[in-house]
């Protein structure tokens, strides 16, 4: 189907959505369902909400006195015997459809260069705190292990399980997490990141909400697509409950 036609057809199906004004919040993501019936979801994503980067402006007096944990702590005796010697045998395995798999310790993946930012956390259950986090650009990440043409999706997989069962993993398109504020963390507001946040590594993506910011990384994938994983629906979220795949903010 050609693109400009087809992308007529989605204004004239905003138009009969909006009738009052500019589209709202909730209007964009009716839009965006609309977009799959006549294009691949993955253009209309690059033509409106990943197109927004990411930009907060928050100080160290700002920060939560308490920061909410969430999701459930991995029960995997490898992940323990890990946490109880401070992660220093954990190894970040990266692979997929890229030329320079590799194999990380979190020292490794300090060296890359460290960045901080401070930021709010958004969850979908409608609590938010305020925390800084520190650790590597996913920019640094891919730059090393330089992603195929046929790559466009990241996998990240987690030591832990899902609410309902089965190991937790969720994925970002790969033009979200070359965004500046997308980090793989290792250090949350200054300290080594605790285990019940996310040690030895989770993700942050400053634009989305928390479930899709995957904590006790274990592995990253770069794949072709979501649907070759799982349900196909992008997350374990998203393929046992309505989830969105993108729940931008």
């Not at 294009?39 to 920061?67: A, C, G, R, W």
């Not at 005796?77 to 109880?84: G, H, I, T, Y």
């Not at 395995?93 to 460290?114: F, T």
């Not at 995957?214 to 072709?224: L, N």
């Amino acid at each position: 189907m050609d693109f400009g036609n087809a992308f007529n057809r989605v204004l004239e199906s905003a138009n009969k959505l909006s009738v009052c004004g500019p589209l709202q919040g909730c209007e964009v993501r009716i839009l965006l369902r609309l977009c799959s019936q006549h294009l691949p979801l993955y253009p209309m994503q690059l033509l409106t909400l990943n197109q927004l980067v990411p930009h907060q402006n928050y100080s160290e007096k700002d920060i939560s006195p308490y920061f909410w944990p969430n999701g459930k702590m991995p029960v995997r005796e490898d992940w323990k015997r890990l946490a109880q010697h401070g992660f220093q045998d954990f190894r970040l395995q990266v692979g997929g459809l890229v030329e320079n798999p590799v194999v990380l310790s979190l020292a490794d993946i300090e060296k890359m260069g460290m960045v901080e930012h401070i930021t709010m956390h958004h969850c979908i259950q409608g609590w938010s705190g305020i925390a800084k986090w520190g650790g590597i650009p996913m920019q640094a990440l891919i730059d090393l292990v330089r992603p195929k043409p046929e790559a466009k999706v990241v996998a990240f997989f987690s030591f832990g399980e899902a609410l309902y069962g089965g190991p937790y993993y969720d994925t970002q398109r790969l033009e979200n997490v070359l965004k500046a504020e997308c980090l793989l963390a290792t250090r949350m507001n200054s300290q080594q990141l605790p285990d019940v946040y996310g040690a030895p590594l989770r993700l942050r993506v400053e634009n989305q909400l928390g479930y899709k910011m995957v904590k006790w990384i274990e592995r990253i994938e770069f794949i072709q697509s979501e649907k070759q994983l799982g349900a196909g629906e992008g997350g374990k979220n998203e393929d046992d409950e309505y989830f969105d795949l993108l729940p931008n903010i």
